[in-house]
T-cell receptor, first 113, second 113 residues
Framework: AQSVAQPEDQVNVAEGNPLTVKCTYSVSGNPYLFWYVQYPNRGLQFLLKYITGDNLVKGSYGFEAEFNKSQTSFHLKKPSALVSDSALYFCAVRDNGGFKTIFGAGTRLFVKA | EAGVVQSPRYKIIEKKQPVAFWCNPISGHNTLYWYRQNLGQGPELLIRYENEEAVDDSQLPKDRFSAERLKGVDSTLKIQPAELGDSAVYLC???????????FGSGTQLSVL
């Protein structure tokens, strides 16, 4: 069965510093991996995806994520955090045999000015 | 392109009352999902449609929940009767393909009193 773990409920970082939001997954076969962001009182927005190819993928708003197959991880990163990045971030996985997308519990990111 | 449209945005009902949510996916997206999101948690899949066929409804509490997607476009999710524990945000999403992300609507926030 598919599963996604986001080990940190909350990540705090100062503006201008690099940020990392962690995600590990379990899925049979090759995974499709996604990150979504949810701002207060708004729906989830797609940030980026990994399907195949380069392990480092780039997405919206300057975010990137690194796929590590041996560690079954897909950590979200940004070189320089902004206060406006403060939001709830969800990692998601889909097995490449189907369309079922499973979400992690989410990590709340606080960026302090 | 127009996004996923959901209505109503908010709904407050008393327990044991029925309630229905409506979703209009992005044109051309054959896959439609209904998720439930409890406060501070990740979305949990309730049901997935491929065109008008429900291909994954294993997480749908069928004693009180029902869904339909007539003509493979709009979808309705119904709860009858509602219970206090059904209070959550109900999210609709659509997708154009397995290697693409999900496009979410703004959700319906249900409060059962």
């Amino acid at each position: 069965a598919q599963s996604v773990a986001q080990p940190e409920d909350q990540v705090n970082v100062a503006e201008g510093n690099p940020l990392t939001v962690k995600c590990t997954y379990s899925v049979s076969g090759n995974p499709y991996l996604f990150w979504y962001v949810q701002y207060p009182n708004r729906g989830l927005q797609f940030l980026l995806k990994y399907i195949t190819g380069d392990n480092l993928v780039k997405g919206s708003y300057g975010f990137e994520a690194e796929f590590n197959k041996s560690q079954t991880s897909f950590h979200l990163k940004k070189p320089s955090a902004l206060v406006s990045d403060s939001a709830l971030y969800f990692c998601a996985v889909r097995d490449n045999g189907g369309f079922k997308t499973i979400f992690g519990a989410g990590t709340r990111l606080f960026v302090k000015a | 392109e127009a996004g996923v449209v959901q209505s109503p945005r908010y709904k407050i009902i008393e327990k044991k009352q029925p309630v229905a949510f409506w979703c209009n996916p992005i044109s051309g997206h054959n896959t439609l999902y209904w998720y439930r999101q409890n406060l501070g948690q990740g979305p949990e899949l309730l049901i997935r449609y491929e065109n008008e066929e429900a291909v994954d409804d294993s997480q749908l509490p069928k004693d009180r929940f029902s869904a339909e997607r007539l003509k493979g476009v709009d979808s309705t999710l119904k709860i009858q009767p509602a219970e206090l524990g059904d209070s959550a945000v109900y999210l609709c999403a659509s997708s154009p393909g397995a290697d693409r992300g999900l496009f979410f609507g703004s959700g319906t926030q249900l409060s059962v009193l």
